[in-house]
C-alpha cells in the first residue's frame, strides 16, 4: 500500500529553508513567573501513552503494517510501568487485546482508553504532564492543529482534555495561547529547551507570534529560562523539523544528535549545527555530545517498499527501565543501540523495528509519551 503523504513526518519534499543566525537567549529577556515544570523524560514514569493504529483515517493496510512495532513497545515497557493504550473504539480495543494475547504480553500493566483518534502520533497531539508549584500533577492540553493543518486533527486535539477528565487530573487548557507539539521541544530537566522556529514561529501554526512570547509562554507554562533556537527548515517535512528527529537531550548535561555531515544530510541548515555544537546550558556550562550514526543504508519497509533515504536512531524514547530505540535491521542497529546503551547503564536498550512506520516519517518517541510519577 502507499502511504499518504499526509502522515509523513520527517522525510518528504524540501520547500522552503532560514539561515538567520541564532543565539540562546538571556533570561533577561523574560518576565512571566513560572507556573509549572516539565519533568525530562528520564525521570520516573508512572506510565506511557501510546494511539494504537487503527483503519479508519489510512486504510487497513496502514493499521496491518504498523501493529508489530505497537506489540513491540507495549511488551517492553510493561515489566516497568503501566502502557495507557488508546484505542479507537471497543471493536480495536478487543482487536489489540488479541494481538497482545498471542505475543504473550501480560495484562497487569496496562490500562485501554477508547477515544476516536486521527492517528498515532500521541508524542505531538497527546497530555503534556507538567508538576505545579505543590508537586502535583497537571495535565497540560495545548493545542494542536495537524502540524499547520497538513492532516486531519480535529479527533486527535480532543485527547488531552479526554484523559484529564477520565484520569480527574487538573487540566490547563492552552487551546488558545500556542499551538506546540510535543516533538518540536527538548527540556534538559534543569530550565533548558532546546527547538527549532521553524516548527514554533510558524503563520501555520502561532500567526504573528513573536520569540518572546513563545518564550514567555515556555517559562510559565513549561519552567523554562534559557533557550537554545535553531532556525529549523520549514518545509522539511510535515513537522517543519521537529527538534526530535535530530537532537535531543539524553540528560541534563548531554545532547544526543549526530555528525556534521549527517546533520546537513538531514538538511538541517549550517548555522544551525554550529549553534547546537556550541550550546551552552543554563549556566554556561556546555554539553557533552553523543553523536549517533544514521542507518548505513537507505531503509526498506518489511514489505518491500524502498524509501530512499537513511534512518534516524536519535528518536529514541526512556521508559523506566528499557530505552527502546528504532531499529531498522541495519548494520549501524548495533553500533546506535551500543551508543546509546552506553549513556543509560541502568536501563536495558531494546530494539525496536520501525521500518513501516518510517514509511509514515516517524519513530519510536513521535508515537510514545511518558505520564511522570
Not at 98 to 117: C, M
Not at 313 to 326: E, S
Amino acid at each position: 500500500m502507499e502511504k499518504l503523504f499526509l502522515t509523513t513526518l520527517l522525510f518528504p519534499l524540501i520547500t522552503s529553508c532560514q539561515e538567520d543566525t541564532v543565539t540562546a537567549v538571556p533570561n533577561e529577556s523574560i518576565n512571566t513567573e513560572i507556573m509549572y515544570t516539565m519533568p525530562e523524560e528520564s525521570a520516573p514514569h508512572e506510565g506511557t501513552w501510546l494511539q494504537w493504529p487503527h483503519q479508519y483515517q489510512y486504510g487497513i493496510d496502514y493499521r496491518n503494517d504498523l501493529d508489530k512495532t505497537w506489540v513491540a513497545m507495549t511488551k517492553s515497557l510493561t515489566g516497568s510501568e503501566k502502557v495507557h493504550i488508546v484505542a479507537y473504539d471497543t471493536t480495536e480495543k478487543n482487536r489489540i487485546t488479541t494481538l497482545l494475547e498471542a505475543d504473550g504480553v501480560s495484562f497487569s500493566n496496562i490500562d485501554f482508553k477508547t477515544y476516536k483518534t486521527d492517528d498515532v502520533w500521541v508524542r505531538d497531539n497527546g497530555p503534556i504532564y507538567v508538576k505545579d508549584k505543590n508537586n502535583q500533577l497537571v495535565i497540560q492540553d495545548w493545542g494542536f492543529n495537524g502540524w499547520g493543518k497538513k492532516a486531519a486533527f480535529e479527533n486527535c486535539n480532543t485527547i488531552p482534555a479526554q484523559i484529564a477528565k477520565d484520569q480527574k487530573i487538573s487540566v490547563v487548557n492552552l487551546n488558545s495561547i500556542m499551538i506546540n507539539e510535543g516533538g518540536a521541544v527538548e527540556v534538559d530537566g534543569n530550565g533548558t529547551l532546546l527547538a527549532t522556529k521553524s516548527a514554533i514561529l510558524n503563520s501555520n501554526r502561532n500567526p504573528a507570534m513573536t520569540q518572546l512570547q513563545a518564550e514567555t509562554n515556555f517559562k510559565k507554562y513549561l519552567g523554562i529560562t534559557h533557550f537554545i533556537w535553531l532556525e529549523g527548515k520549514a518545509g522539511r517535512e510535515i513537522t517543519d523539523m521537529h527538534i526530535d528527529g535530530f537532537a535531543r537531550f539524553g540528560n541534563s548535561n548531554t545532547i544526543v544528535t549526530m555528525n556534521e555531515n549527517d546533520l546537513m544530510y538531514w538538511e538541517v541548515p549550517q548555522t544551525d549545527i554550529n549553534t547546537l555544537y556550541n550550546s551552552k546550558d543554563k549556566n554556561g556550562k556546555s554539553y557533552t555530545f553523543i553523536k549517533l550514526p544514521l542507518s548505513k543504508n537507505n531503509v526498506v519497509t518489511t514489505y518491500g517498499k524502498k524509501l530512499g533515504y537513511k534512518g534516524s536512531y536519535v528518536n529514541y524514547y526512556i521508559g523506566n527501565t528499557v530505552v527502546l530505540v528504532p531499529n531498522y535491521n541495519d548494520p549501524n542497529d548495533v553500533i546506535a543501540n551500543q551508543l546509546i546503551q552506553n549513556l543509560y547503564p541502568s536501563r536495558k536498550v531494546i530494539g525496536i523495528d520501525v521500518r513501516n512506520l518510517y514509511a509514515n516519517g516517524g519513530m519510536i518517541h513521535c508515537v510514545t509519551q511518558q505520564q511522570p510519577n
